[in-house]
């Protein structure tokens, strides 16, 4: 289990189990999102690069400039790897971008701002879409935001333009 610090510059890797901490770990940004796709660590910083590193050294193996038709995508926050792609919220939006990890074009966008009424969405300005979570065993996805009331188990259909 492995906790970034948004601003301390410092990750924390505690037990599984018992929740003691095990060890702590220094990187050069601040700490937004981190995910895994099984032999790396993926962490995001809130602008428009991935990091890569190493799981057991934490030392950073290499970047990824993600991006659309337009440039660079920014702001992205809490991340999940999904069937070989990196999933990425976008700060203070209602999307979630597809990333792929070989290149960081944005393979797709997912709008998600019809998700929560207007009656149950908190009315701050942190209340935002900022949690996605992915079973791989029984393909369940779901997505929730901070102070929001309740959390959403979502199924991606592909829409053709």
Request: proline share 4%.
């Amino acid at each position: 289990l492995i906790q970034l610090t948004w601003l301390s510059q410092i990750g924390f890797v505690y037990d599984r189990e018992s929740f003691a901490l095990r060890d702590q770990f220094a990187y050069l940004t601040e700490g937004w999102g981190l995910t895994h796709d099984g032999n790396r660590l993926i962490m995001s910083d809130g602008t428009s690069v991935l990091y890569f590193l190493d799981p057991k050294s934490f030392a950073e193996t290499g970047q990824l400039q993600v991006h659309d038709d337009r440039g660079p995508v920014t702001r992205l926050n809490e991340l999940e790897w999904i069937d070989g792609e990196i999933f990425a919220n976008i700060w203070r939006t209602d999307y979630i971008a597809r990333i792929s990890p070989q290149s960081g074009r944005v393979t797709g966008w997912i709008f998600l701002g019809d998700l929560l009424s207007a009656e149950d969405r908190p009315r701050l300005p942190d209340a935002v879409l900022n949690g996605i979570a992915y079973d791989p065993a029984t393909k369940r996805l779901f997505v929730t935001g901070k102070l929001w009331p309740k959390l959403f188990e979502i199924k991606l259909i592909e829409q053709k333009d």
